[in-house]
């Protein structure tokens, strides 16, 4: 991870937006087939939290823990996803911002879509979303499972492993070409 100092960081990436207050846009990829949506009718939800449920609960033996009424989901600094592919909800993202940092949540892909590429490529697009937020970091407490995962986006070890079920990982935007 990067040596940067907090000042240092902050004024690497200038903040040039806040979504704080409104509703992101929506963030697609260069062959327009990839697109961040903020979730916002009933439907949108459903498929945000089953997927979530499904994948990074139910999947690991954790029945009825997954809380769909979470106020955290709801808070101005954080920002759920779902990746759209063709217009089908096929993977979720939300993203925090905390000061100077960005920090990726529950991170899934529908499970007959995995190892396609696109989870990379929801990263990519979170990774647009954050900087265009202005925060040159990105942390995320990664299940043990996916830190292969994560290091082929580009991100490294931040800090000791303390033998949990997640490990947390970090990037430095300041130092990645975007
Ligand atoms: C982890 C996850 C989001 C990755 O999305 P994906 O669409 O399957 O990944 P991609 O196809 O974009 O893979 C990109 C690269 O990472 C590798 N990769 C993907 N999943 C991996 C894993 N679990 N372990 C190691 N490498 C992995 C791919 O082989 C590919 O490598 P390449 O650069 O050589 O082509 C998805 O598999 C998933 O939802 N898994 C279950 C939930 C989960 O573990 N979420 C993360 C919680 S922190």
């Not at 920090?103 to 900087?131: C, D, P, S, W």
Request: glycine letters at 8%; one cysteine or more; a neutral charge.
């Amino acid at each position: 991870m990067s040596t940067l100092s907090h000042h240092e960081r902050s004024k690497a990436v200038s903040r040039v937006s806040s979504t704080t207050n409104r509703m992101p846009r929506d963030i697609t990829s260069e062959d327009g087939r990839c697109v961040l949506h903020r979730p916002s009718s009933e439907a949108e939800w459903t498929h945000y939290h089953d997927l979530r449920r499904a994948i990074l609960y139910e999947r690991r033996g954790r029945f009825g823990a997954y809380d769909a009424s979470h106020p955290d989901e709801h808070r101005r600094e954080n920002h759920p996803f779902l990746l759209l592919l063709d217009g089908i909800p096929a993977g979720t993202i939300r993203i925090d911002l905390v000061e100077d940092e960005a920090i990726f949540r529950l991170v899934t892909i529908r499970e007959n879509l995995q190892r396609h590429g696109y989870g990379r490529q929801m990263l990519a697009l979170a990774e647009k979303f954050v900087r265009e937020e202005g925060r040159p970091l990105i942390r995320s407490h990664v299940h043990r499972t996916a830190t292969g995962f994560y290091e082929r986006c580009g991100f490294t070890r931040d800090g000791p492993d303390e033998g949990g079920e997640t490990v947390l990982m970090g990037k430095d935007l300041a130092q990645t070409p975007s």
